[in-house]
């Protein structure tokens, strides 16, 4: 099952208390984290490249998430409120208020239109991406609700809460469907597979376990930390989930075989969130050590490829296999036998050439939306890491050092907005070409393989004759 073992590239340094949240640009070019030290990091992983610190919660960041398309940025805070932030030079970010308590997950639907937040004032609430409002309230857990995730598809959420339950709820029609109740404690932490027909719980009792949706029943059961679980994260195959802990490790679950393979060391003590990037490539841990560590997979490369070969074969012609075909048919409880491999960066060379990124500090211009807004009162601001817009992406902005000297010359704060709104059109110019471009490739391409099946065709017929 295994090509090699993960390896851990990089430390990222520049938190001052421990790391609540990671995730993943959906380009896999950056790397978000959130922290009780009330700020958001970016964290660009080309080599010798800054990082962007954001400042605007006034208490701690609990989640932070991109958008699907990057364009836009989710956070939480102990400061009852959620921002949705522009991760571009201007930081510019907007607040949603209702929660009447700290907010502890942010999540977006695949589609980016919705928002969905968890919060200790014992509700889950659902938001407007576009017209920045709150929708709907689900409120029938009876405390502290830990986490909230949408479906794959976006028609459930999924939630946890300090009352022992992991509840599935209807988005459309804001009802709750199931309910699992764990006795033994409750989970810090839930998340669907990728195939949307099953969801891991994180136990603060220090178990992992796997609930099928559809039949109601608990599949897997893995009791292999030695402290409370914060955080899983599944691997993009639906074959891997990583789990993080407050025993100080990660553990690499291989669900098709029902064990552990690896046991990753690395943060000094407790890992508080996890991780894998879009093609699972890579994953992020954050830990209580205020470190962020990215490490690359390596492990799932040739099995994953042929997963996905599969997929593409199979994905018109009929239905995703059952999840008891896939996963072992038993709820069996899985113990943590000494049989997975160790993995300790810690022991190996000191690294003296990666130096750690220069933090550019971002502060935020907040703007609030009224409920009536439409997404097109948004000042355009192009991402920080669409590819598309490469004048104004963070990591190529010049240094802040020129803005004073724009000062100095004596720029009228009037001419300052004009050039500032000439240079973003030019970025909407820019992005609307690149589009074109994209659109004029994929029917050059189109164009092409017909000509080859024209000719194929005749060559066939004339064969025929």
Not at 424 to 452: G, M, P, Y
Request: include cysteine; proline fraction near 5%; hydrophobic fraction near 35%.
């Amino acid at each position: 099952w295994a090509n090699e073992d993960p390896i851990l590239i990089r430390p990222f340094k520049g938190h001052t208390a421990a790391v609540t949240g990671v995730d993943f640009s959906p380009t896999t070019t950056a790397l978000a984290s959130s922290s009780l030290d009330r700020f958001l990091m970016i964290w660009n992983l080309r080599p010798q490249s800054r990082a962007f610190r954001f400042v605007g919660h006034v208490e701690a960041v609990t989640s932070v998430q991109f958008s699907p398309d990057g364009h836009l940025m989710a956070s939480a805070s102990q400061d009852r409120t959620v921002r949705l932030w522009i991760p571009c030079i201007h930081g510019e970010s907007s607040v949603l208020k209702a929660h009447t308590a700290p907010v502890r997950s942010v999540n977006f639907s695949y589609d980016g239109q919705f928002l969905v937040t968890a919060s200790n004032d014992k509700s889950i609430k659902v938001w407007s991406v576009h017209r920045q409002r709150l929708l709907f309230s689900l409120s029938q857990h009876t405390h502290w609700v830990r986490c909230a995730k949408f479906s794959p598809d976006g028609r459930l959420i999924a939630s946890c809460s300090e009352d022992k339950t992991v509840k599935i709820w209807d988005a459309a029609n804001k009802v709750c469907i199931d309910s699992f109740t764990d006795y033994e404690g409750f989970a810090n932490y839930v998340d669907f597979n990728p195939s949307g027909t099953c969801v891991a719980s994180a136990g603060s009792n220090r178990t992992v376990k796997l609930w099928d949706i559809r039949m109601n029943k608990l599949l897997q059961h893995y009791r292999v930390h030695r402290a409370g679980v914060n955080c899983v994260s599944f691997h993009p195959s639906g074959n891997y989930l990583i789990t993080a802990s407050t025993d100080g490790t990660l553990k690499i679950m291989d669900l098709l075989e029902g064990r552990v393979i690896y046991t990753l060391h690395g943060h000094k003590g407790p890992v508080l969130s996890v991780a894998f990037s879009k093609g699972g490539e890579k994953f992020a841990s954050g830990g209580a050590d205020a470190q962020v560590l990215l490490w690359k997979t390596n492990f799932d490369t040739f099995n994953y490829k042929e997963v996905l070969k599969q997929h593409i074969r199979r994905i018109h012609t009929d239905n995703p296999p059952h999840l008891l075909d896939i996963y072992p048919r038993s709820p069996h409880p899985h113990d943590g036998k000494p049989q997975s491999i160790e993995v300790n960066p810690s022991c190996d060379v000191t690294d003296t050439q990666t130096i750690d990124p220069t933090v550019i500090d971002i502060s935020s211009s907040v703007y609030f939306i009224k409920d009536d807004t439409s997404s097109e009162d948004l000042r355009y601001c192009p991402a920080l890491f669409s590819p598309t817009s490469p004048r104004r992406r963070l990591e190529d902005e010049v240094e802040p050092a020129v803005c004073t000297v724009d000062k100095r010359i004596g720029i009228s704060p009037a001419l300052g907005n004009a050039l500032g709104h000439i240079v973003e059109q030019l970025d909407v110019l820019t992005l609307t070409i690149s589009i074109l471009e994209q659109r004029l490739t994929l029917t050059e391409d189109k164009l092409k393989e017909c000509l080859e099946n024209q000719h194929k065709m005749l060559l066939q017929a004339r064969q025929g004759e």
